[in-house]
């Protein structure tokens, strides 16, 4: 049971990116996807989440309209676009999946190994 988080990278400011989160092992059509990030010095934050079928997706404050999560449960992934990127975006991303939606990390049940972004011209 894995769940393998990629697409991080270095970006410009304004730039974009879109992180994938696989799952081997298991099928996440029946778990929530929380999608959180940890910046350097900082505690880990919740970034957004969407529910097993997809219906309803939240998002923290700070990237509202710029980042867009999604899921394709036929290839057992979870996207994470992130347009707009500012160099407060800077930080690891880490993707987990559990049962429920994922508005706190205290409900995830499975964690990736998380993605480095980082932001900076």
């Known amino acids: 049971v894995q769940l393998q988080a990629s697409g991080g990278g270095l970006v410009q400011p304004g730039g974009s990116l879109r992180l994938s989160c696989a799952a081997s092992?298991?099928?996440?059509?029946?778990?929530?996807i929380g999608w959180f990030r940890q910046a350097p010095g900082k505690e880990r934050e919740w970034v957004s989440c969407i529910s097993s079928s997809g219906g309803s997706t939240y998002y923290t404050d700070s990237v509202k309209g710029r980042f867009t999560i999604s899921r394709d449960n036929a290839k057992n992934t979870v996207y994470l676009q992130m347009n707009s990127l500012k160099p407060e975006d800077t930080a690891v991303y880490y993707c987990?999946?559990?049962?429920?939606?994922?508005?706190?990390?205290?409900?995830?049940?499975?964690w990736g190994q998380g993605t480095l972004v980082t932001v900076s011209s």
């Open positions: 987990a999946a559990g049962l429920g939606l994922l508005l706190h990390q205290s409900q995830a049940g499975y």
């Open positions: 092992g298991f099928t996440l059509d029946y778990y929530g």
